[in-house]
């Protein structure tokens, strides 16, 4: 005779919001709740909460992608709007002009670790002293996780609180109509075609015999 293991012996039934076990809802009262998270139509908030996951695979070496990613300069080549990048008076630290913002700048540092291929763009509108805005980014081997040669490129931005709200108004450009919050749910279209930019340079240059790091980045 088999012995029934001691499941949740320890937790009072029904102590624990929002589990649903066959023991508590049965198989007609589940079905209900299961078809309606196979909705077609999903809201921004549910899907990605406060993150914003993007990922690609990329038919181009992984270690040649990383090297472009973890030159800042790489940005004015696959982000949709950031341009005119120069180099300021603190080291590593590059600003360019968010053309979504008019003029606004856009200050950027970028931290990377060469051994596990993770790229970190640490971002600013505005001022470069406190640099909030975090693009965490890493590439794989795509031999290892796809069974091909090539590249996974991960991509994830979380929603700092000063997205909500400017926290250095001082320094903003007098009468800018927007934030860089204001577009956060748009953040994962946003970034998939920056993602789909990076995709189609990166290939585009693999298969033409091109470094993926072009030479004026050198």
């Not at 002009?97 to 931290?111: I, Y």
């Not at 890493?138 to 979380?158: E, F, T």
């Not at 993602?195 to 340079?201: F, V």
């Amino acid at each position: 005779m088999t012995t029934a293991l001691p499941a949740l012996s320890d937790i009072a039934e029904d102590v624990i919001p929002g589990v649903l076990r066959i023991e508590n809802s049965d198989r007609e009262a589940t079905t209900p709740v299961i078809m309606d998270m196979l909705r077609s139509v999903y809201p921004h908030d549910q899907v990605f909460g406060p993150y914003c996951p993007v990922q690609a695979y990329i038919a181009a070496p992984p270690r040649d992608v990383f090297d472009y990613l973890a030159d800042t300069r790489s940005l004015e080549e696959w982000t949709y709007s950031l341009r005119g990048f120069t180099p300021t008076e603190t080291p590593e630290l590059w600003q360019s002009f968010d053309r979504l913002g008019d003029q606004t700048k856009c200050f950027a540092k970028t931290v990377f670790n060469a051994d596990a291929m993770t790229v970190d763009y640490h971002c600013a509108w505005d001022q470069g002293e406190h640099l909030w805005m975090i693009y965490l980014m890493r590439v794989v081997d795509a031999q290892v996780v796809l069974n091909k040669p090539g590249s996974v490129v991960l991509w994830n931005n979380v929603h700092h609180p000063f997205y909500d709200e400017n926290p250095y108004p001082e320094t903003a450009p007098a009468n800018r109509p927007v934030w860089v919050g204001d577009f956060w749910d748009m953040f994962s279209a946003g970034h998939q075609l920056e993602m789909n930019n990076l995709k189609a340079i990166c290939e585009y240059r693999a298969s033409h015999g091109l470094p993926i790091k072009p030479d004026w980045m050198n």
